[in-house]
């Protein structure tokens, strides 16, 4: 079972980026979907996450407002849809599947924000 994340790039402060995440070889929809980054020096940090047994989502604090988690089950995708980007937010994001026994991460997509 795998996670891919694509979507990364440079951006302006102000302007916006749609991560996404494939996963294979899991079961989708038993999993929940979840994204963290990790800025330069920082630890990793929670960012928003799709509980798959009812699809309630949860963001952190600072992202609140700007991004927002989404799932295709048909794709086996979950997308990060992040808008009014500011400079903190540069970081690699990483996706990670949560499962009843059994957590899989992704290789990240770094998100740089210049002014």
């Known amino acids: 079972a795998q996670v891919v994340e694509s979507g990364g790039g440079l951006v302006q402060t102000g302007g916006s980026l749609r991560l996404s995440c494939t996963a294979s070889?899991?079961?989708?929809?038993?999993?929940?979907m979840a994204w963290f980054r990790q800025g330069p020096g920082k630890e990793r940090e929670f960012v928003a996450s799709?509980?798959?047994?009812?699809?309630?989502?949860y963001y952190a604090d600072s992202v609140k407002g700007r991004f927002t988690i989404s799932r295709d089950i048909a794709k086996n995708t979950v997308y990060l849809q992040m808008n009014n980007l500011k400079l903190e937010d540069s970081a690699v994001y990483y996706c990670?599947?949560?499962?009843?026994?059994?957590?899989?991460w992704g290789q990240g997509t770094q998100v740089t924000v210049s002014e």
């Open positions: 990670n599947a949560i499962g009843d026994y059994d957590t899989i």
């Open positions: 070889g899991l079961t989708f929809n038993q999993y929940t």
């Open positions: 799709h509980v798959h047994k009812d699809g309630s989502t």
